[in-house]
């Protein structure tokens, strides 16, 4: 994975600025689009900001689309899955503090606790991690009741927002010292 170091780049901080600005005229017409993944949208563009060129992101994209099925899952103990948006931020945050390498022993933990945190304020905020309390659907069983109500347009959209905008925050540090 490489990552360009072109001084003219805008700074890191201002890329993901910029990212959240566009994400407002990104986001809304993938309601419409019936292969949406929360989970690839929130991975992917974190991704994009990272100005990852040597890496195809339909890799990540790929690999990110199955959580937001999981976010679907109910166990028949009542456990639900959680929402694609918080799965591949979590994930983001591995990629982003393990910087260009692989993530260094010492910094494991460190990597858990911004997970941790960064669940913690999206449930504050939101309320559950659970995609089918977040969205209001069983999308096992009500896809298209999620749809025609526009629960992505109305809801999810902005959970990715927010998503993307809290592993900025939570990782600046990161991002300067590993991705600058």
């Known amino acids: 994975m490489t990552v360009s170091n072109d001084l003219t780049q805008k700074d890191i901080i201002n890329r993901f600025k910029d990212k959240l600005e566009d994400l407002k005229i990104i986001l809304p017409p993938l309601g419409k689009k019936r292969g949406n993944s929360c989970a690839a949208v929130t991975l992917t563009n974190i991704l994009d900001v ?7 992101l339909f ?6 689309v199955p959580f937001t099925g999981f976010g679907t899952y109910k166990n028949d103990m009542g456990w639900k899955g ?3 948006a918080v799965s591949a931020a979590m994930a983001a945050i591995g990629i982003i503090m393990g910087g260009k390498e ?3 022993e010492m910094d494991v933990p460190l990597a858990y606790g911004k997970a941790i945190l960064f669940a913690s304020k999206f449930e504050q905020k939101f ?11 069983d999308m096992q069983h009500n896809l298209k009741e999620y749809v025609k ?4 347009e109305n809801k999810c959209m902005n959970f990715v ?3 993307v905008e809290q592993v900025y925050k939570s990782t600046r540090k990161e ?6």
Do not use: H, M, T
Request: with cysteine; glycine share 6%; proline share 2%.
């Open 50 to 56: 990272l100005n990852i060129k040597d890496v195809n």
């Open 59 to 64: 890799y990540f994209n790929n690999l990110a």
């Open 82 to 84: 959680p929402c694609g």
């Open 102 to 104: 692989v993530l260094k």
């Open 127 to 137: 309320g559950s991690l659970s995609c089918e309390d977040l969205c209001g659907f």
């Open 149 to 152: 109500n526009r629960a992505w």
């Open 161 to 163: 927002s927010f998503a």
């Open 175 to 180: 991002l300067k010292s590993k991705w600058q």
